[in-house]
């Protein structure tokens, strides 16, 4: 797997480039094996930066957005993954997946504190324990998503068919319109 410009390299062998949370996810992961790292400016680590910059398709992309709501005291947190010319469908699919009354994006203070990592680089892979992975069912068929390594300088490659198989991943269907 690889970029236009960018140099991929296995993720497993070069831990520095991405969160400690990440690499320890990825040690750990059996499917570890077909993720690469690429290092790229962190100015560029948004998504919409990046897909301009390097001549990328938006649908390659693959956002993480953390949502968080509340049923009878108790706060229920999932991360959405969504390819990134779609939105995750916060006040219909996620609200009724979470089963709470009104769903928000988790702030950014907390959403870097409680994963560990950096904003704009947050990632499915190496969740906290008790967070939701909620796959857009899309995800998948993409050939080679682009997603956050837990830092800003760099990003994870790897086929979309394994962020399905994600840890506690639950593929569902109209997660983003």
């Known amino acids: 797997m690889s970029l236009p410009g960018l140099t991929s390299l296995p993720a497993l062998d070069h831990p520095e480039l991405v969160a400690p949370r990440v690499a320890a996810a990825l040690a750990s ?3 570890a094996d077909g993720v690469a790292v690429v290092e790229i400016p962190p100015e560029l680590a948004d998504t919409a930066a990046m897909s301009a910059a390097y001549d990328l398709p938006l649908s390659a992309g693959v956002n993480c957005v953390v949502v968080a709501g ?14 990134a010319d779609t939105r995750a469908d916060v006040n219909h699919t996620v609200k009724r997946l979470l089963d709470v009354r009104k769903p928000s994006f988790l702030p950014m ?9 950096e904003y704009g680089g ?26 956050g390594s837990g830092v800003r300088r760099s990003k994870l490659l790897l086929p979309g068919a394994l962020l399905a198989q994600l840890p506690g991943a639950e593929v569902v269907e109209g997660l983003a319109g």
């Open 122 to 147: 947050i990632t499915p892979v190496g969740l906290p324990d008790g967070w939701r992975l909620l796959v857009d069912a899309r995800v998948p068929d993409v050939e080679t998503a682009i997603i």
């Open 109 to 117: 203070g907390r959403a870097v504190t409680e994963s560990e990592m």
């Open 29 to 31: 992961w059996a499917a």
């Open 70 to 83: 509340r049923r009878e005291g108790e706060e229920r947190v999932a991360a959405c993954l969504v390819r």
